[in-house]
Structures are given as structure tokens and as C-alpha cells.
């Protein structure tokens, strides 16, 4: 996670603001559409963790099923004749499905969506609920691509975060997730209690031992709510620690084949997650299941939306077809589209073409031009007009950067 300071205004007056139209967007193109299904239950629950997920001795597969069925049917009108670029199946921990349960859900998928041939469906796995035959199964129902919650190599580790699974473990779901697919995601995180810099280091280059082809790293990070954030784990690096960890796993990955591509995410040639790329570039997303989001666009507007957070309360209301598993749906106003748009492009390390801006949002780039020029005058944003990236400066201070395009700022 990028640090964030206080930058010191450049000295020149702000020029006059450009006047944002109140209203919704108008948009001549509708974006790439991906589909995201939240599956929320975890065999136990980490203490780090503040995703929507529920510890369960076993998922109520059948009910998650239904409701999850209910749930698309009612959000067909809204994507009616699109195409589906993407699937991403997360969680919690989507491998608690039973295979011929995650065969239904790809069916249902397939029977009611215009889901592309090449589509990439990505599925999220738990090394401790790995098992060869289950991978195998689930790559012949259709998943292109296995996202692997693997976190560090180290026993010790492994057991302060409260995993359910050991390295051995985690290293034996890496082959078979890889035997399965061609495609296969290693997630992991830094600045661990009593971590050294030569421990993060040692993880990085186990994990590339396998021949991966993305890594997403994240710094672990005490979420409200958590059982770290009460109990904080002793040893945590401090910040200056957990930069120049950053900056050596980046070192190291690059000499290895894998770019940084995002703030969290490195990747080999031809290897970046098409469905997450797709929300960075401000595209739409379709989100089911239990506290899922979404963002569509239509001709004269942008909606979020947001399920029922609670399994049980969407699986009911899901259930009654009435539209009440919807817990929130509302039309983006113009003056937050900015800052929604920026907030994702500029996560991107060669950010967008400049172009996308008006075509994802309906605004011209004229309407922050006070802001880009701001930016650039700050060092933050690069000079080029064909693009919206962060400088080197811009990409350190990420929040900062962002956060000039809020509206009013
Ligand atoms: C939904 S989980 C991935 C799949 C599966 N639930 C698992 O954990 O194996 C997404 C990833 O977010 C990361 N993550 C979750 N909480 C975090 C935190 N507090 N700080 C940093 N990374 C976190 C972990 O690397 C985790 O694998
Ligand atoms: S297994 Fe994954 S989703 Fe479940 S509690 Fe742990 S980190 Fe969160």
C-alpha cells in the first residue's frame, strides 16, 4: 500500500473550475462487461481478514445455489444482449464448492450469458481445501485460471495468520492447481510479524520456483473490525521496513520475467488478470452473490449497486424475487466520476489512454482540466497528453493523487 503524506501546493492560483455537469453520464459506447460471484464462506475465519466471509463447518450448497440463480435471473434485464468478457469466482473460499456444484454455476452462467468463447474464468482457491481430482474437475467445467490464497512459505508464518493449511500444503496446491490450468495466481503478503526482508524475499522466490506467471502481493494491513486490529500481532515491520520490502520484491521480480503492472500486482508477458484489468480500466461488472458490488453502465447513466451482505438474508430475499437481495443501487453522479475513474486508471502503472476517460464516463477530459494540469504541475501525472499515468512521484503518493480529482478539490 502506497504511503501517503501531505504534498505542498506548487504556489500557482488555482485557475477557474470547469463547470461538471450535475447530471448522469451520457455514454456513446457501453464497456467491456465482466461478471463477478461472491461465495462467502471459509472453513475458519483469519484474523486479518475483513472480506465478506463467514466460517462454516460446510456450505449450504444447494441454497447457495437457488438463491444465486434467483439472483442472476433478476439481474438480466439489466446486461440483456451483452457480452461477457470475464468471470471471477472469489470469496471466501470458492473451492468449498463440490465440483458438481461449481459445474451448475458455470452452466448457469453459460445458459443465461452471452459468456465470450475465450473468456477468462478465474476461480479462487484455498490450498487447504485442495484436492487433484477437485482441480481437474473444476478446469473441465470450465475455469481457465486458479487464484491461490497462499500468503507466505514459512510454517511459522502460516500459523500467526491462522491459515488452515501449512507450506507443504501450500506447495502441493500450487502443482495441482498448475497441472489443471495453464493459468494459475499466487497471492501472498509482506511486512508479517517479525518478517525480515531476506524472509519476504525467501517467499518471493519460492513462489517463483513453481514458474508462476502472476503474483499479487499484498503488505498485510490491520483492517477494522478484525481480530488483528485488536489484538495487534507483535514484531510488525514498520513502515520504512515495509518499503524497502516493496521495493525489493519488485527488484526481484523484474529480474525474474514479472512486471509491476498494478499497485499490487505483477505479472509475465501475455499474463495479466483480464478481469481485474477490466475493473481498472473502468469497465462493468455484474457482482452476485452475497455482498457482491456492481457497476454498469447504460446509455444515460452509471449504477452501483450492492447485494445483502449477510449469506442468509440474501439467500432469502434472493429467493423472494422481489429485488430486495439489492441492499443499494444508485446512479454515479458526474462530479464523482472523475475521482471514481482516477481512483482505478492511475492504480495502473502505464495508467490509460487518455481517450478512455470520455468514453467510460461520458465526461470530456476538458471538465478536469484544472486538476490534470494541477497534477502535472505537482509531478504527479505524467506530461503526455495521450495518457492518464502516474509519475514515479505520483505513483509513491498514489492517495494524494486520487484524491485531487474528489470533486471540489
Ligand atoms: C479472498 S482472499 C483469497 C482466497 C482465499 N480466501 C484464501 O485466503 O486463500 C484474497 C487475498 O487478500 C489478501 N488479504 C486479505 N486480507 C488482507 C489484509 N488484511 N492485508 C493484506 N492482504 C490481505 C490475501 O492475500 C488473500 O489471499
Ligand atoms: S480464507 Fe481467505 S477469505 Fe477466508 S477468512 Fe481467510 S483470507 Fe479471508
Known sequence: MPRTIPLQPVGAAPRARAVMPAGPATLTSLPPLSVYVHVPWCVRKCPYCDFNSHAAAEMPERAYLDALRADLEQSLPSIWGRQVVSVFLGGGTPSLLSAAGLDELLAMLRACLNLL???????????????????????GSGVTRFSLGIQSFDDAQLGRLGRIHDAAQARAGIEMAQRAVSRVNLDLMFALPGQTLEACLADVRQALSFGTEHLSMYHLTLEPNTVFAKYPPEGLPDDDVGAAMQDAVEAELAAAGLQRYEVSAYARQGARCRHNLNYWEFGDYLGLGPGAHGKLSFHDR?????????????????????????????????????????????????????????????????????????????GLLDADPTRLRATALGWRFLNDLQEMFLSGE
Open 302 to 378: 452509471i449504477v452501483r449497486e450492492a447485494r445483502a451482505r449477510q449469506p442468509e438474508s440474501w439467500m432469502e430475499r434472493a429467493g423472494r424475487r422481489d429485488g430486495s437481495h439489492i441492499a443499494e443501487q444508485r446512479v454515479v453522479g458526474a462530479d464523482e466520476l472523475p475521482f471514481e475513474f482516477m481512483l482505478n486508471a492511475l492504480r495502473l502503472k502505464d495508467g490509460v489512454a487518455a481517450g478512455l476517460f470520455a468514453e467510460r464516463t461520458g465526461l470530456s477530459l476538458a471538465a478536469i482540466a484544472h486538476q490534470l494540469e494541477a497534477a502535472t504541475a505537482k
Open 117 to 139: 468463447p475465450d473468456a477468462e474464468i478465474t476461480m479462487e482457491a484455498n490450498p487447504g481445501t485442495a484436492e487433484a481430482q477437485r482441480f481437474r474437475d473444476y478446469a
